[in-house]
């Protein structure tokens, strides 16, 4: 088994891609919890997707082991069952809990910053650069002919003495 | 200012700008790495308090209804026999009941066995007026609830006025809590 051809190599190599490719990320959703329409289920894991655990914060609730995001997950198919939009039922708990539920914060006047001043920052930077390369490019270009009527006849002189 | 120094500082400008924002980003994250990611603001301050119905515990005649919070100031907490904090401010909830200052509101929240809350009130005394049983999170998502003891302050009308994240412990209780009930009392 210590000489593996490079085929055979290749060959795992392009097994445990595929594997890994297949393999589909671990949800922490139960069996009982998942409703029978799959239509509103596949609805469900959407709402889910988007909504933290507040518990442990950096998961969605779709994720997440918390009790507490059970009873969400659970509330969440509750409301779509009694016919609430997706729409209705984010609100719903954002109502309760916040903008701080939603894992991708809103665009609104408080999150400008957090939306836009990436751009800003990075966008700022550019500019300051552009301007610095331009300034220091027309310096030397206006140095080059800002030589005194004594220096362009000099040069002239060198020429001359050095055709000679 | 004068003309040199002005000038001498737009010079500099381009190097002291990205110190200057060093220097904010910093203090933001200083301010940040201080704040207890457990403390939400929420945004149930100054609204009435959603609709709930709770069953009542083993062995008690009632639960604890949204309706039941209409009428005088109340102390709405949230608690568990799982719960190791509520047992810090579980003495304290006892004294405001015996000086009789505010009924408490219990929510026996996420009981995974029915038996557990009665006992824990009956082991550590019960400083409640209604208590209702919650394992689904029903009233515990209505109050925007991510963790146990939680403790609301709601005003006669049954709009929600404070949330305590945390145990109630005696600087909570003089500096923050009293003064507030005290203020709705009042009013």
Known sequence: MANHSPLAGRLITALAVLWLSVASPAYAIQPNEVLTDPALEARARDIGRELRCLVCQNQSIDDSDADLARDLRVLVRQRLTAGDNDRQVIDYVVSRYGDFVLLRPPVKPETWALWFGPALIGGGGLLAMALYFRRRSRASATEETSLSDADERRIARLLEDGRG | ?187
């Open chain 2, 1 to 187: 200012m004068t003309a040199v120094a002005a000038r001498g500082l737009m010079r500099r400008l381009p190097y002291l700008l990205p110190l200057a924002l060093f220097v904010i980003l910093a203090g933001y994250f200083w301010i940040g790495l201080g704040k207890d990611p457990h403390e939400i603001p929420s945004p149930l301050i100054d609204k009435p308090v959603a609709a709930f119905s709770l069953a009542a515990l083993e062995g008690r005649e009632r639960g604890f209804t949204s309706q039941d919070l209409i009428g005088q100031v109340s102390l709405v907490n949230v608690f568990g026999s799982w719960c190791v904090a509520c047992r810090i401010e579980h003495p304290f909830l006892m004294q405001i009941r015996r000086e009789g200052l505010v009924p408490i509101y219990g929510i026996d929240w996420r009981e995974k066995d029915r038996q557990a809350g009665p006992l824990w009130l009956a082991q550590h005394g019960d400083p409640y007026a209604l208590v209702g049983d919650d394992p689904d999170s029903h009233a515990a998502i209505a109050f925007g609830v991510t963790g146990a003891p939680e403790t609301f302050i709601v005003d006669a009308k049954g709009i929600i006025r404070y949330k305590q994240v945390g145990p109630i412990t005696a600087e909570v209780w003089e500096q923050t809590l009293w003064p507030i009930i005290r203020r709705l009392q009042a009013g």
